[in-house]
């Protein structure tokens, strides 16, 4: 057993000589031992959303806030929402590589960051289900995958939670969101998602979901998403995201 463990160990240091992990978020290669975590540039640059946010949106606001100044002047269809990291020039590095460079394997600290942070809320709220937000097949081939699925199934993994890559299609292939300005955001989603029918007779039990993706800005994809789901009598609805621009 002993001697199991030291080639095991030995053959894993190896590996990580010859493929070596590379932080998630500016991509250097790290040294072996290093799995899972990030570099320690990174971890002095990286920004955490804390424990001062957004009742509703989940962005990182003053202590004596309750909710930011968007979320103050709407309503949405969902209840609440979080996030991880602030969306700083760091974070944007790591989500141009995980989004437009190929680095899928970002997905898994993505996901283990939410659920180290958020286990307890995600509990609390029990879901039914994990809803990644889905893109158009066309941006799917060209990527070959979507990322907030690889987010929500490394998540699902880890809550044991069931999750639905097949309830909301996005119908219409919209120009890129960071482009655009914040009315012109919510004109360029209307319409662009639907849910697939089948799969909801599939759900029927289906009634609290927990929205997944990768970046909350506005919040117009999530609206839209959560708006389909409203429609076909999914009422209990929240999000959880990776990145997440500041309230203030």
């Known amino acids: 057993m002993i001697l199991n463990s030291?080639?095991?160990?030995?053959?894993?240091?190896?590996?990580?000589?010859?493929?070596?992990?590379?932080?998630?978020?500016?991509?250097?290669?790290?040294y072996t031992g290093n799995t899972g975590s990030i570099?320690?540039?990174?971890?002095?640059?990286?920004?955490?959303?804390?424990?001062?946010?957004?009742?509703?949106?989940?962005?990182?606001?003053?202590?004596?806030?309750?909710?930011?100044?968007?979320?103050?002047?709407?309503?949405?269809?969902?209840?609440?929402?979080?996030?991880?990291?602030?969306?700083?020039?760091?974070?944007?590095?790591?989500?141009?590589?995980?989004?437009?460079?190929?680095?899928?394997?970002?997905?898994?600290?993505?996901?283990?960051?939410?659920?180290e942070i958020y286990a307890d809320w995600i509990k609390n709220i029990s879901p039914d289900a994990l809803i990644p937000v889905p893109i158009h097949e066309d941006r799917r081939l060209k990527r070959g995958y979507n990322q907030?699925?690889?987010?929500?199934?490394?998540?699902?993994?880890?809550?044991?939670?069931?999750?639905?890559?097949?309830?909301?299609?996005?119908?219409k292939d919209t120009n890129p969101q960071k482009e655009l300005s914040s009315k012109e955001r919510g004109r360029n989603l209307y319409n662009a998602f639907d849910i697939v029918q089948e799969s909801r007779e599939l759900y029927q039990n289906v009634k609290c979901v927990i929205i997944v993706d990768d970046i909350y800005t506005t919040g117009s994809t999530i609206e839209e998403c959560s708006y389909v789901l409203k429609g076909v009598h999914i009422n209990d609805i929240y999000f959880l995201c990776t990145c997440i621009g500041k309230g203030y």
């Open 148 to 171: 907030a699925e690889i987010i929500a199934n490394w998540l699902g993994k880890l809550t044991g939670i069931q999750v639905i890559n097949n309830l909301i299609i996005r119908t």
């Open 39 to 115: 570099c320690q540039k990174c971890n002095i640059r990286v920004e955490y959303v804390g424990d001062s946010f957004c009742m509703k949106c989940g962005k990182p606001v003053s202590a004596d806030v309750e909710l930011c100044m968007d979320c103050s002047e709407k309503e949405t269809s969902f209840i609440c929402g979080r996030a991880v990291f602030v969306y700083n020039r760091c974070m944007q590095k790591s989500m141009a590589g995980f989004k437009y460079y190929g680095r899928a394997e970002y997905g898994r600290f993505y996901a283990t960051q939410m659920f």
């Open 6 to 30: 030291i080639l095991k160990s030995a053959g894993q240091h190896i590996i990580g000589i010859v493929y070596p992990e590379r932080c998630p978020l500016c991509d250097i290669p790290m």
